[in-house]
């Protein structure tokens, strides 16, 4: 009986295991599939991480820049710009009086009186519109300070 079945395997009579063309050109296709898909994932995935990196690292410097903005010198009107991480990010911050939208009251105010200053801060890391983050913040200015 062992050499009826062989003879039947050798004559292609259905009965051997194996996959046929056809399928392994399927599995090759899906395989291929599912790892194109992946590889967009992690594609996506990595570009997500650069572009929370550079926000970090914006944040981090628009920071330190806006603490020390006023120490050991005044803060008075006009606009400064610079860069850092060797010309990566751009930073431009501009000092003006606060003008407060809030009604104005009829009574006098003291020239020794403290004054509002607000310092507006944008960092920008390249040209495109998601590459840049701003900061508004408002400072104590003493009378000896106002120029």
Do not use: N
């Not at 062989?6 to 996959?19: D, I, P, V």
């Not at 981090?60 to 710009?81: F, I, K, N």
């Amino acid at each position: 009986m062992t050499r009826g079945l062989r003879r039947a395997c050798r004559a292609g009579a259905g009965c051997c295991a194996g996959f046929t063309l056809l399928e392994v050109i399927v599995a090759f296709a899906l395989l291929a599939l599912a790892l194109t898909l992946l590889l967009g994932t992690l594609s996506g995935a990595a570009r997500q991480v650069r572009h929370s990196e550079a926000i970090s690292r914006a944040s981090l410097h628009a920071q330190s820049l806006l603490a020390q903005a006023g120490v050991g010198e005044a803060l008075e009107p006009g606009r400064r710009e610079g860069t850092f991480d060797k010309g990566v990010y751009r930073w431009t911050l501009e000092i003006a009086p606060y003008a407060d939208s809030a009604p104005v009251l009829t009574m006098p105010v003291r020239l020794s009186s403290p004054q509002l200053r607000q310092l507006t801060l944008e960092v920008r890391w390249g040209d495109e519109p998601g590459q840049a983050m701003r900061w508004q913040t408002l400072r104590l200015v003493p009378a000896e300070g106002i120029r």
